[in-house]
């Protein structure tokens, strides 16, 4: 009777727990709650909830809830090493401290919470900043655009907005084209490109105040962009070989044709610009032949020189001439700028996909400059020794001591 009552017993026992773990799986996903709320301790002691993404102190404390018994699971890691974890049981709420070492202060800490009822499991990640004195959250967000005042400023968008924008991209392609094409400035940031963006500046807060910094940011990309696929002069390159400063000089510069079909080419120097666009130029001269050295096509782009001089001629100026019988015309004088070019060889090359070629041929000019300069030393301490041989022979033949 005994053995029948435990048998009994055991068989409800294992039924009540076979209808409990049925129930538990029968109850849907929406059932099981569980909340993480994660405070940190300021300096003057006083304990605010830490929102998530923003920054918190090291002192910090973890609680979480839940609807239903089960099992907790949390780790904490601050870049990327684990400083605090933990594991156990849960009925309705845990609460749990953690402080973060100073080493870990002006990293990110991320705390992973992971409540697990039978199958089922539901977790939560925050992440936070650790450091001394966080900043609130009201006040780090500070002139952001929440979600409806961004959905406002997207629907009051017109279709004059758009326009304007437009016109705004255009003057900034405008105006890389004014000074990459007509003025030649190969380089976008450059003296001239400082009127032209304080100019627009003012010009897009005179038509809008409001937004004019808005346009003025789409000419400024629409500028930039436009400077790097907008086509520019050819360029030429002048390695001059200074062998006295024991020394290479290089520049790479526009080339163009002038109204009169000289060659002439772009300084760089903002007034340079100016003076070429009220037509006053810097022509290009290059003195010995070099008509076998040019290419089909007729252009050069790399002039090796024994000597390059920017100076100031004094030519001719033309004018009308007049059959005035017995009255004598003085030649009018003026000056132009001149590059001199003294051509000790010319070749071509694409500079802007081949730079390194002009690289290592500078350095080569170094190396032929100072193998120049050994040579020389060289010879003079020949001559040193053997005007003193030639000395000692002679002491020798008289029979002086020299000595």
């Known amino acids: ?58 002192d910090l404390k973890i609680y979480v809830y839940t609807n239903q018994p089960g099992k907790v699971s949390i780790t904490a890691t601050a870049g990327g090493e684990k400083i605090f974890e933990t594991e156990e049981g849960i009925e309705f709420k845990k609460e749990y401290s953690l402080t973060v070492p100073p080493s870990k202060y002006g990293r990110t800490i991320t705390i992973t919470v992971v409540l697990t009822w039978g199958k ?9 900043t650790v450091v001394k004195k966080p900043i609130p959250p009201a006040e780090a967000m500070a002139g952001w655009l929440t979600p409806k005042q961004l959905e406002k400023i997207v629907a009051n968008i017109k279709w004059e ?21 007509y003025l030649m400035m190969v380089d976008p940031i450059n003296a ?43 360029l030429i390159g002048i390695l001059e ?28 120097r903002s007034d340079w610009a100016i003076r070429r666009l009220l037509g006053r130029h810097v022509y290009l001269e290059l003195k010995n032949p070099v008509e076998a050295m040019w290419k089909k096509n007729g252009s050069i782009d790399l002039i090796i020189a024994e000597k390059a001089e920017l100076k100031q001629k ?51 000019a170094k190396r032929i400059l100072e193998e120049n300069r050994k040579l020389y030393a060289q010879l003079d301490l020949a001559v040193e020794e053997a005007k003193t041989k030639a000395i000692m022979d002679w002491a020798k033949m008289r029979g002086v001591n020299i000595e």
């Open 314 to 364: 004094e030519v001719a100026a033309k004018h009308p001439e007049e059959a005035t019988e017995g009255l004598r015309l003085e030649k009018i004088k003026r000056k132009e700028w001149v590059f001199e070019v003294e051509v000790a060889d010319a070749h071509t090359i694409e500079f802007l996909k081949k730079a390194a070629y002009f690289d290592e041929l500078k350095k080569h």
């Open 120 to 128: 089922i499991s539901k977790s939560v990640i925050k992440s936070y």
């Open 192 to 234: 001239l490109q400082i009127p032209v963006l304080a100019s627009s500046l003012a010009a897009a807060y005179l038509l809008e105040p409001e937004y004019g910094s808005g346009y003025w940011m789409v000419f400024l990309l629409a500028d930039l962009l436009s400077y790097r696929f907008l086509k520019g002069p050819a």
């Open 1 to 58: 009777m005994g053995r029948r009552k435990s048998k009994l017993i055991l068989l409800l026992a294992l039924m009540a727990l076979a209808w409990g773990i049925a129930h538990a799986a029968a109850q849907p996903i929406e059932d099981f709650l569980f909340d993480v709320v994660v405070t940190y301790r300021t300096a003057d002691g006083l304990e605010v909830v830490a929102v998530d993404g923003f920054q918190v102190t090291g």
């Open 241 to 268: 070989l200074r062998s006295k400063e024991r020394e290479a000089w290089d520049v790479l510069l526009p080339i163009y044709t002038t109204a009169d079909g000289r060659l002439a080419i772009a300084l760089q």
């Open 161 to 181: 907005t758009i326009m304007k924008a437009m016109f705004a991209a255009l003057m900034g392609i405008g105006a890389a084209a004014f000074l990459k094409y």
